[in-house]
């Protein structure tokens, strides 16, 4: 079956770096995204990886390994709008997503 | 950038009577329209997948009696809640995507339904 896995929830000190790991197993695969959702809103896109390696994209970083089925999303210099839901979603082979329960991060000050 | 917008934000209907939701693709041509339903900490569950002019793909146990998609052209679908109870309370979320085989899902801002 197809099945996304990550934290449920993670806390961090403001200012610090955190790291939220996701592993997938996917009939195909066509891409891994992230998208943080705060309380009562809709996803907003923050990555999509499709090749391996880590692309930086401002205080946030995407990792991908397709051999190990696994991400990461890298938040730096974090800030307490960075407070929300983190999901993890991997394209299958008919480009359908696969999402994650999501992980919770707490920001502490 | 892609534009997905849906009306209404919030509704708050009345247990037996039916609710539509509007997903509209504003900038953007949407072959594939997704419905997605989030309960209170919880992921987003699919509901149904939609290509325009043909009848939409519903996941499994979600009753497509109740939950009617219609996607009539390339920039609108319309999620209808028929006979809502209170256990359909639900944020529903629609997302839109140009090609069949794009990457990328555009999500809309999504609609509260509260049923009393």
């Known amino acids: 079956g197809q099945n996304i896995d990550q934290p449920t929830e993670m806390t961090a000190t403001e200012g610090a770096i955190v790291q939220i790991n996701c592993t997938y197993q996917?009939?195909?695969?066509?891409?891994l995204f992230w998208y943080q959702q705060h309380a009562g809103e809709a996803p907003t896109f923050l990555s999509y990886n499709v090749l391996d390696g880590l692309e930086e994209k401002g205080r946030f970083s995407s990792f991908l390994s397709r051999s190990k089925g696994y991400s990461y999303l890298l938040l730096k210099e974090l800030q307490m709008k960075d407070s929300a839901s983190y999901l993890c979603?991997?394209?299958?082979?008919?480009?359908?997503?696969?999402w994650g329960a999501g992980t919770k991060l707490i920001i502490k000050p | 950038g892609a534009v997905v917008s849906q009306h209404p934000s919030w509704v708050i209907c009345k247990s037996g009577t039916s609710v539509k939701i509007e997903c509209r693709s504003l900038d953007f041509q949407a072959t594939t329209m997704f419905w997605y339903r989030q309960f209170p900490k919880q992921s987003l569950m699919l509901m149904a997948t939609s290509n325009e002019g043909s009848k939409a793909t519903y996941e499994q146990g979600v009753e497509k009696d109740k939950f009617l998609i219609n996607h009539a052209s390339l920039t609108l679908s319309t999620l209808t809640v028929t006979s809502a109870h209170p256990e359909d309370s639900s944020f529903y979320i629609c997302?839109?995507?140009?090609?069949?085989?794009?990457?990328?899902?555009?999500f809309g801002p999504g609609t509260r339904l509260t049923v009393t």
């Open positions: 996917t009939s195909g695969f066509n891409g």
């Open positions: 979603a991997a394209l299958d082979s008919n480009y359908q997503l696969i």
């Open positions: 997302s839109a995507r140009e090609g069949l085989d794009s990457a990328e899902q555009y």
